[in-house]
């Protein structure tokens, strides 16, 4: 259960990392020009645009790329019910890096709305201050939970070795008055905290993953937003059974010393 809550901890970290690194496209900016513009007005007001604070990029998208980029995006049925191209002309311009967040958002867009020159300025507001007030919430719970998991594995590691060493101490001290080195000794307990790490962590994995994908072929947005999740759950499996390994040596060491130390 520890191995099934820390893979979905991470996966939700990984899905956290993948919409953080798309925040910068939240911070563009489109002011669409009247129909009746003409053409050769359309590279001044490009001039002025560059000179706008705040203003990293423009790029002017013309009636029929708008169109074009439509379809690609969405069904051409919604297009049937009028005669002609509904979507103007616009420019679309990104901020700098520096001035990537909602306040300075809204100062551009209050900014071209005063410019006169466009019918209308949109910019995904509302969703640029959403993640900006959850981002760190966003990253340190998952973060927070993960550790907390690790914590709770290693634990568990651990009283389970000892309980193994506990259950079978009449054969660790015979293997030690027959002469068993200390590698002789310990390889068993390690070997056996391995496999229970690896076994675990992958029946976890498997489980995670087969629910991600019934759920990626319910949502096809969600499946193209899990690139690289196989990757994170091989990692998974990775880490959790190197901590088995690292901590049932641990044990077997700190049990052993135990035992020299009463005899002595």
Not at 3 to 31: D, H, K, N, P, W
Not at 63 to 74: G, I, K, P, V
Not at 213 to 234: F, K
Request: proline fraction near 4%; include cysteine; hydrophobic fraction near 50%.
């Amino acid at each position: 259960m520890s191995s099934l809550l820390l893979a979905a901890s991470l996966t939700a970290l990984g899905g956290v990392f993948r919409i953080l690194r798309a925040e910068g496209s939240l911070y563009t900016v489109e002011a669409f020009l009247p129909e009746n513009v003409a053409a050769d007005s359309i590279g001044a007001i490009r001039n002025r645009l560059e000179h706008f604070r705040n203003i990293d990029s423009v790029e002017f998208v013309s009636a029929d790329s708008a169109l074009a980029d439509f379809r690609r995006h969405f069904s051409g049925e919604m297009l049937d019910l009028v005669d002609e191209n509904p979507i103007p002309p616009f420019f679309r311009m990104t901020l700098v890096p520096g001035a990537r967040n909602p306040s300075d958002l809204v100062d551009v867009m209050n900014a071209l709305s005063r410019e006169g020159s466009f019918e209308e300025v949109q910019a995904p507001v509302a969703w640029a201050t959403r993640v900006s007030e959850w981002k760190f919430k966003m990253v340190f719970w998952p973060i927070c939970l993960s550790v907390m998991l690790l914590v709770t594995l290693s634990l568990i590691i651990c009283n389970s070795v000892r309980l193994s060493l506990m259950s079978r101490k009449l054969l660790v001290e015979n293997m030690k008055y027959a002469g068993g080195s200390p590698f002789f000794i310990e390889f068993p307990f390690v070997l056996e905290g391995m496999m229970q790490g690896f076994v675990g962590s992958a029946l976890s994995v498997l489980l995670l993953g087969a629910v991600v994908n019934s759920l990626a072929r319910a949502m096809p947005m969600l499946a193209e937003n899990i690139g690289g999740l196989g990757i994170l759950l091989a990692l998974v499996v990775c880490m959790v059974t190197a901590l088995s390994a690292y901590f049932s040596y641990r044990t077997v060491q700190e049990f052993l010393l135990a035992k020299r130390n009463e005899r002595d």
